[in-house]
């Protein structure tokens, strides 16, 4: 089993002053690791035919919606699956001095990630981008390092590799973009991408839900 991990957003809380609505993280997992290395041969070949080199990378915030709307086409055949996680940062719903440090916030969002994907990730080599959000990347890797000795469900592996080396992790960052574009601007053209790759999604969770009332996180433990 390969897994991917990807985030788009940040975890500011200063949305008024340019920090994103939403954080949102991507998980792509293919149970089949041969199906992995058909995709990812299927992204080098698209290279190619888009007249790119071997070292481009696929980078939704950065690339083209014609490039955005072939590649997940070129995708949408493989046989993968993924999960998102969303937190949506307003500041009504959310209170309390741990959404304020970002290593509680980041250790919050992927535990509730993966507690959603738990069953599926029984001896998963994870991939998590070397260079994404250095907080996330530390937060996530302890959380899976911890699950590694989890009885329950143990991970198998995990790794640091950097996206633009690695085709799977550019499409982990394509669905944690599209999620979080489409929660962002609930438009028709704002999903559009997302039902490209509609048939492979499991379940995005938006996080708090619509109940009324706001949502207290404590800090972190020491």
């Known amino acids: 089993m390969l897994v991917f991990v990807d985030e788009s957003g940040d975890s500011g809380l200063k949305i008024e002053t ?5 954080f949102t993280i991507g998980l792509v997992v293919f149970e089949d690791p041969n199906e992995g290395v058909a995709c990812d041969q299927r992204i080098e070949l698209l290279k190619h035919e888009l007249g790119w080199n071997s070292s481009s ?8 919606d014609r490039v955005r709307e072939t590649f997940l086409r070129a995708v949408a055949p493989y ?20 959404f304020k440090d970002k290593s509680a916030f980041y250790k919050f969002a ?5 507690e959603n994907a738990r069953d599926r990730l029984v001896g998963a080599t994870v991939v998590i981008d070397q260079s994404g959000n250095t907080e996330f990347r530390k937060q996530l890797a302890t959380y899976l390092r ?8 143990r991970i198998g592996k995990v790794k640091m590799q950097r996206s633009e080396s690695n085709n799977l992790l550019q499409l982990a960052d394509y669905v944690a973009s599209i999620v979080n574009r489409s929660v962002t601007n609930q438009e028709m053209e ?5 039902r490209l790759i509609a048939h492979r ?4 969770q938006v996080w708090p839900t619509e109940n009324p009332g706001p949502i207290p996180v404590k800090g972190t433990r020491r």
Request: include cysteine.
């Open 110 to 114: 992927c535990g509730l990630l993966f």
């Open 190 to 194: 704002s999903n559009a991408f997302r």
């Open 79 to 98: 046989n993968f699956f993924y999960y998102g996680f969303v937190i949506n940062k307003d500041p009504k719903r959310l209170y309390g001095d741990g």
């Open 18 to 22: 340019g920090s994103s609505r939403f």
């Open 201 to 204: 999604e499991i379940r995005v």
């Open 57 to 64: 990378e696929f980078h939704f915030r950065r690339n083209s």
């Open 146 to 153: 911890r699950r590694m000795n989890d009885a329950q469900y």
